[in-house]
């Protein structure tokens, strides 16, 4: 499976995006999904989580009641709408997919499949 994340940008403290991550090469629907990001000099750190249907989903601290993540299963799409975005958010944004089961895994080491990031620049 691969994974090809987009809908990074620049946008303005406050300002919203859209990042989607697209899967090809065999179906997604089956694997749990997540985003996670990394900023420079720091370690990559979980975003959220969904498990294969879309009906649990889990939140970092940090981006709870401001990011919502879901997925499209008969599009092999994962989507992350991120809203009343802070400076702080500003990193490389990673989609992944993972073969082992549950409902979702804050551990990036549980992850199998990952895309190559898209670019999230949160200006003052």
């Known amino acids: 499976v691969q994974l090809q994340a987009s809908g990074g940008g620049l946008v303005q403290a406050g300002g919203s995006l859209r990042l989607s991550c697209a899967a090809s090469?065999?179906?997604?629907?089956?694997?749990?999904m997540g985003w996670f990001r990394q900023a420079p000099g720091k370690a990559r750190e979980f975003v959220a989580g969904?498990?294969?249907?879309?009906?649990?989903?889990n939140y970092a601290d940090a981006v709870k009641g401001r990011f919502t993540i879901s997925r499209d299963n008969a599009k092999n799409t994962l989507y992350l709408q991120m809203n009343s975005l802070k400076p702080e958010d500003t990193a490389v944004y990673f989609c992944?997919?993972?073969?082992?089961?549950?409902?979702?895994?804050?551990?990036?080491?549980?992850?199998?499949?990952w895309g190559q990031g898209t670019q999230v620049t949160v200006s003052s």
């Open positions: 969904i498990n294969w249907s879309g009906g649990t989903t």
């Open positions: 090469g065999g179906t997604s629907s089956n694997y749990v």
């Open positions: 992944a997919a993972s073969r082992y089961t549950g409902n979702y895994f804050t551990d990036p080491g549980r992850y199998t499949y």
